[in-house]
């Protein structure tokens, strides 16, 4: 069984999530196709078999040959992926991945995206509440010039169908939160949370797409170079089969998502990125090690003031530390670091990451007491101010070394 099947499985990229070139030997090549459609599955069993069915008469006769089908499923518990592998020999323009150690609908897009050949690149769900049809229109715009094609709700011919007011409210005013928080990227497209859509590779070449939250699109218009955008109305149709993934996590990741856009790709973030410094995680990083400051202190009152426990004082510390450093993990892994640990989230890696911030941290406080020494006998005799740059230091060192390794996006089989 080691030879390559002909409907073996599509392996999953790793690394950063950063969108390739097109490889050289495709380029120019007959083989290349245009349009390079992912669908990301998660709970789908009842709606693959349809939607890759309807998509493909419908390709076949617009742009035979010319188009590839990813299905991206996140090791789906009904067996997803294995229906939609079961379905090559019947359609060959079909390819296969599944995802076994990341999660998530954006990043399964991007991960998508990187295996395709295509010099188009689109995205469209699995459940049939994107109509297919719609997809030639997409295409069509694609072809008359646009760098972008969303299929939108809220232009012509588009709408929601049977909403529930709350629901209708709920994205309304995700939409109008958006248009205040990152007016240049919500204020192009009447329908930002649309996940039905085309765009051209050369927008996106380069560039390492973030998968916090939902809302792929929000980041190709933020960090792609899009010129023209074209919107074709759609109405977003019930679900029969399967139910939605989305829950109130997505509200809040969305607003996460927003803050992260608006601050990586202003001012600060297009100067830190001139200087290869990841000046946002750094103040957030320092922020976190304020929290663990106030953390440690609490602890230490806690344990060894001779009002409360009136514990012993270097065993007090001990404990006031690693509690310290608890805390900082969480919010480090849950904030600081969320786009990578957002889609490493097994028990085991978890856990991997906290001891190695468990050891750089200790690391870090002997360098600290090295460096308070060193300063204070050899530069400067004063012990607050030698403090001050041992503290600097430690900080540096910490938040470099666990950028490194604790949270590293590469990942090392
Ligand atoms: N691989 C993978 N991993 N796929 C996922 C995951 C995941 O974690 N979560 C959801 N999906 C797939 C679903 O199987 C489906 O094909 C598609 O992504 C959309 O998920 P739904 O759960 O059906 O989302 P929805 O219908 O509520 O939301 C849709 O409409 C929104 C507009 O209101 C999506 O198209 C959103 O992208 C869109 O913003
Ligand atoms: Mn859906």
Redesign the pocket.
């Known amino acids: 069984m080691n030879s390559i099947e002909p409907n073996s499985l599509l392996s999953v990229p790793t690394g950063a999530l950063r969108i390739p070139e097109l490889p050289r030997a495709t380029i120019n090549a007959d083989s290349e196709p245009l349009l390079s459609l992912v669908?990301?599955?998660?709970?789908?069993a009842g709606n693959i078999q349809k939607i890759v069915s309807v998509l493909s008469n419908l390709l076949d006769e617009s742009i035979p040959g010319n188009y590839e089908l990813i299905v991206?499923?996140?090791d789906s518990p009904d067996g997803t992926w294995k229906i939609a592998q079961s379905l090559i020999i019947e359609y060959p323009q079909l390819r296969v991945m599944r995802?076994q150690n990341e999660?998530?609908?954006s990043s399964?897009v991007i991960r998508g995206w990187q295996a395709a050949t295509g010099s188009i690149l689109g995205v469209i769900?699995?459940?049939l509440?994107?109509p297919p049809h719609v997809l030639l229109q997409l295409l069509q715009a694609v072809e008359e010039g646009a760098d972008l094609a969303v299929a939108s709700r809220h232009v012509d011919g588009g709408g929601v169908s049977s909403w529930s007011f709350i629901r209708r409210f709920l994205?309304r005013g995700a939409q109008l939160l958006g248009l205040i928080i990152l007016p240049g990227v919500l204020g192009r497209v009447s329908d930002p949370?649309?996940?039905?859509f085309m765009i051209r590779r050369r927008c996106i070449v380069g560039q390492t797409l973030n998968p916090v939250g939902?809302?792929i699109l929000l980041e190709a218009i933020g960090r792609g170079n899009v010129g023209k955008i074209a919107e074709v109305g759609y109405v977003?149709s019930e679900?029969k089969e399967?139910?939605?993934?989305?829950t109130w996590k997505q509200y809040v990741e969305y607003i996460h998502h927003l803050i992260r856009l608006r601050l990586s790709t202003g001012k600060v973030g297009q100067f830190s990125q001139r200087i290869g410094f990841p000046i946002g995680r750094f103040l957030r990083f320092g922020l976190v090690g304020l929290s663990g400051v106030f953390v440690d202190m609490t602890v230490l009152y806690l344990l060894s003031d001779p009002t409360t426990l009136g514990l012993p004082l270097t065993r007090s510390k001990i404990i006031a530390g690693e509690v310290a450093i608890v805390n900082n993990f969480l919010w480090n892994d849950m904030w600081t670091f969320a786009d990578v640990s957002s889609h490493q989230q097994q028990w085991r890696q978890r856990l991997k990451r906290f001891l190695k911030f468990n050891i750089i941290c200790l690391a870090g406080l002997v360098l600290n007491v090295l460096v308070l020494n060193l300063v204070f006998n050899f530069v400067i005799p004063n012990r607050y101010i030698a403090n001050l740059i041992a503290i600097a230091v430690a900080t540096v060192w910490n938040f470099w070394v666990n950028l490194k390794l604790s949270w590293r996006v590469t990942q090392v089989k």
Do not use: C, N
């Not at 669908?39 to 789908?44: A, R, S």
């Not at 399967?242 to 989305?246: I, L, Q, Y």
């Open positions: 669908i990301p599955t998660y709970k789908e991206v499923d996140d995802r999660r998530g609908l399964a769900d699995a459940d509440q994107h994205s949370m649309s996940g039905y939902y809302k977003f679900r399967g139910e939605s993934k989305v």
